[in-house]
């Protein structure tokens, strides 16, 4: 039985499976669109030219404190808009840093579930140049 704060949402990627297709909950599915705004470059899609971080070229860039503030503040205004209504903004933060001897990223989003008031916390690691 689904709860009312907890509709079921069609799941990213998108796979129909025995029953139909696959379903996520609100935890998961929340999850999934920070990965569709990390992964999704800008103008990438046709109708929403702005959505999207683009992380993927930063494999490209040097791993310095510079790309990190950049990348924070993009990620931070992109997820405000994208997670608006599933997200309490004031509780939305980005924190970027990495290791740059090793080329890794760290990429760590704090959020409360606006519904729910559920705190939530989602950990990426990107390689970027070194």
């Known amino acids: 039985m ?16 025995k029953g139909g297709p696959a379903l996520s909950g609100r935890a998961d599915h929340i999850r999934q669109q920070i990965e569709q705004v990390l992964f999704t470059d800008p103008y990438e ?10 992380v993927r070229a930063l494999v490209f860039e040097p791993n310095a404190t510079s790309l990190w503030e950049v ?42 579930l606006a519904a729910v008031g559920q705190l939530q916390q989602e950990e990426f690691f990107i390689e970027s140049g070194a």
């Open 2 to 17: 689904q709860h009312v704060n907890d509709p079921p949402y069609l799941a990213f990627p998108f796979r129909v499976e």
């Open 45 to 54: 899609r046709v109708f929403r030219p702005e959505f999207g971080a683009g």
């Open 71 to 112: 990348t924070r503040r993009r990620l931070l205004a992109t997820l405000t808009d994208v997670l608006a209504g599933e997200v309490d903004p004031k509780t939305l933060e980005v924190q970027v840093d990495g290791e740059p001897d090793k080329g890794l990223l760290r990429i760590l989003i704090s959020y409360q």
